[in-house]
């Protein structure tokens, strides 16, 4: 059932980007799932007063084969009850309402997100950095923060990686890449011309490359080799990458922790020696 979910989580996620008949059948959906659920092409089309040929385009915008399989993945979102509309902070809320909101995004962004990263795309995605010699995490200002924690996470179970938070260094090193190299690129829109041009660079030396977008067509996933992809679906001016960035977190965590499992004995060998190393410099 894991994989007949997430419905509504790609149609909200992807709202901004369709077309306007598109949006306005995408509206309706959201609006009406359960009613969606129940109908044939010709009758939400009717509903909401778009074409049969707009919903077939829907759907592949969507990334599903077709209307019947959009709805058995409503269908899937409606039986667990997953209809969580984000919030975003309003004038004068008071401090019970901002940690419940925040939270709640931040717990929603997590859970939307597993119904869209693909595992056997985290399955490439591990099988390309645990062969690779080297490991470059690029990102621009708050994805830069994801790429840092990246660095940091990986060089403790001794995997030779590399962070910078200078635009200009990034560019450079990535210039240097060769074909044992990997390189993860991170940017929620999936547009920051500095981390295109990284992964540009990385490709043309021969490098094996990785996204972390947003869901839906972007430049950098089009590019990267294992397009990985999260959903948060908030508002870039309110909400100032918050929930999307708990999500990129949670992405790297997945990559951390699948390559300390396949080496296990010494990650946790590594693991424990950073641990004594930082306790005797308290």
């Known amino acids: 059932m894991e994989g007949m979910k997430g419905g509504l989580v790609r149609l909200r996620a992807l709202m901004d980007d369709l077309t306007p008949s598109e949006r306005k059948i995408g509206a309706y959906i959201l609006d009406h799932p359960q009613e969606t659920v129940q109908s044939s092409v010709a009758q939400l089309s009717e509903r909401s007063g778009g074409s049969p040929a707009a919903i077939i385009r829907l759907c592949k915008s969507l990334g599903v084969t077709g209307f019947q399989e959009l709805k058995l993945k409503i269908a899937g979102d409606l039986q667990t009850g997953e209809q969580y509309q984000y919030t975003e902070i309003r004038p004068q809320d008071s401090m019970e309402s901002i940690i419940q909101h925040v939270s709640a995004n931040n717990i929603q962004s997590v859970k939307d997100t597993v119904h869209i990263l693909d595992p056997r795309l985290v399955e490439q995605a591990v099988d390309v950095l645990h062969r690779a010699n080297r490991i470059f995490f690029y990102g621009v200002g708050a994805s830069n923060l994801i790429a840092l924690d990246a660095h940091y996470k990986f060089m403790r179970i001794n995997r030779t990686s590399f962070s910078?938070?200078?635009?200009?260094?990034?560019?450079?090193?990535?210039?240097?890449?060769?074909?044992?190299?990997?390189?993860?690129?991170?940017?929620?829109?999936?547009?920051?011309?500095?981390?295109i041009s990284c992964l540009k660079h990385a490709r043309e030396g021969g490098a094996a490359t990785i996204s972390i977008t947003k869901w839906g067509s972007n430049t950098l996933s089009?590019?990267?080799?294992?397009?990985?992809?999260?959903?948060?679906?908030?508002?870039?001016?309110?909400?100032?990458?918050?929930?999307?960035?708990?999500?990129?977190?949670?992405?790297?965590?997945?990559?951390?922790?699948?390559?300390?499992?396949?080496?296990?004995?010494?990650?946790?060998?590594y693991l424990e020696k950073s641990r004594q190393a930082i306790l005797e410099h308290k």
């Open 222 to 269: 089009s590019l990267a080799d294992v397009p990985l992809m999260i959903t948060s679906t908030e508002s870039d001016i309110r909400s100032g990458a918050t929930s999307s960035r708990i999500a990129q977190l949670n992405v790297i965590d997945i990559l951390y922790l699948a390559i300390a499992s396949r080496d296990y004995n010494q990650s946790v060998e």
């Open 164 to 195: 910078f938070a200078d635009p200009h260094m990034q560019i450079s090193s990535a210039t240097t890449l060769r074909e044992d190299d990997a390189v993860v690129c991170i940017s929620y829109s999936g547009e920051t011309s500095n981390v």
